[in-house]
């Protein structure tokens, strides 16, 4: 048995080994499976807490049982493959170097036979066909098209004799995530950073959750809680309705620029929508940060052909001529149709909130993170203490759609 307060330096190489590797040493109790007859393990951590540790351990117990095959399924096979397979905190490095798998392709493949394949939740049709016994997915609170992903996902978990899977998040209030903390066969843990002090620089701690500690990012980027609404918010989340169809008549793309373009500034927030029956549809939020003028040009020219859109529409009140013609450098074919603002951000937002609120404004399905702004969009005109970029795109462009329909809609046309 490895001492765990044994001095160090009196410990043979295989001994230090084994005291590395053992995870029944270091795992704190949140890290460890539950007890009881459960399918889902829903584990909401905060950042660093060590949800990806206890992940990769995970999928190192269920492949010494030789429980196999086994789906990896992050955002993006970028992510998963960077995160859960070669992450600090990964598949690879949480075991030993006669135990380690090796990376082919997109599958994982074990010295004793086990097999887990790498898989992205980006495109759920990739999950029909496959079978799992098992599967770690990572960040499920972020997977843009997340109830697709987790349904197509469950067709195929059904090997072995009691297939399991477990998700780790930061938590968000997605429908995803409200439909596992219901679910009869999920059991939730809940980690906050701090649980896993012992991990983490001391300079994380002091510059990060000091600064953090108590607010609304806080609570859900550090201390795992699922916030749903900011208290006196113009769009609460039970608000939004899902784009169920229909022609979608005029299109355009709303730009709010950033003052500068440097990597320390603010994002570019780029926002589609268009006009469908009486209301308005947002079909795509295209926001780039870092935001270099013809970063964000590029990205808001390459929406509005994608869109087929009518034209871009963009705040003039940093950057003058300077903003149009950074699109003109880009691509002068596009018309462009400056708007100024007069009024605080929170007096522009309210009689668009006021259109959701009459059920004329939809969304369609991957809006995650620009309905996570509109809801910590507060009274300072401010989202958790940020720049609102998201949210004055998506203003310009529903009340370019509804509320100006009566102003010309592009300069010299």
């Known amino acids: 048995m490895v001492d765990r307060f044994a001095d160090p330096s009196k410990k043979t190489a295989e001994e230090l080994e084994d005291f590395y590797f053992n995870w029944d040493i270091w795992a704190l109790d949140k890290q460890r499976p539950p007890e009881g ?34 789906a990896l399924v992050g955002e993006t096979m970028t992510e998963a493959i960077a995160i859960m397979v070669r992450g600090e905190s990964g598949i690879l490095n949480v075991h030993r170097d006669d135990e380690r798998p090796v990376l082919r392709g997109q599958t994982l493949l074990w010295p004793n036979g086990v097999e887990a394949a790498v898989m992205s939740a980006s495109d759920p049709d990739r999950f029909r066909g496959p079978q799992f016994a098992a599967a770690w997915c990572d960040e499920v609170a972020k997977w843009p098209r997340g109830e697709d992903a987790w349904d197509q996902l469950q067709f195929g978990l059904r090997l072995g004799d009691h297939p399991r899977q477990l998700a780790t998040t930061t938590p968000r209030p997605t429908r995803l995530i409200k439909r596992l903390l219901t679910d009869p066969h999920a059991v939730m843990t809940r980690m906050a950073t701090a649980e896993n002090r012992a991990q983490l620089a001391p300079t994380f701690l002091d510059a990060v959750v000091g600064r953090y500690r108590g607010s609304v990012l806080g609570r859900q980027e550090l201390d795992g809680e699922l916030i749903e609404d900011l208290p006196g918010a113009l769009w609460q989340r039970g608000i939004f309705r899902r784009f169920e169809g229909g022609a979608v008549n005029r299109i355009i793309v709303a730009v709010d620029p950033p003052v500068t373009g440097t990597a320390k500034s603010d ?46 529409v963009v705040e003039v009140n940093q950057g003058g001529d300077l903003v149009r013609s950074v699109i003109t450098q880009v691509d002068a074919s596009v018309p462009v149709r400056e708007v100024r603002a007069s009024r605080g951000k929170w007096l522009r937002a309210e009689p668009v909130a006021a259109l959701y609120g009459r059920g004329l404004v939809s969304h369609v399905d991957g809006l995650t993170a620009l309905e996570d702004e509109m809801c910590a969009f507060g009274t300072d005109g401010k989202s958790d203490g940020h720049s609102p970029d998201r949210v004055d795109a998506l203003v310009w462009a529903v009340t370019e759609l509804m509320l100006n329909e009566m102003r010309p809609r592009v300069r010299g046309l």
Do not use: M, N, Y
């Open 37 to 70: 007859d459960w399918t889902t393990w829903l584990l909401l951590g905060g950042r660093g807490s060590g949800k990806t540790r206890a992940g990769a351990e995970w999928v190192r117990s269920l492949a010494a049982r030789r429980i196999s095959p086994i």
């Open 267 to 312: 994002a570019c927030g780029i926002v589609v929508a268009g006009r469908v029956g009486e209301g308005v549809v947002v079909l795509e939020d295209c926001t780039i940060k870092p935001a270099a003028p013809l970063a964000w040009a590029r990205r808001a020219v390459a929406a509005f052909h994608s869109h087929q859109a009518d034209a871009i």
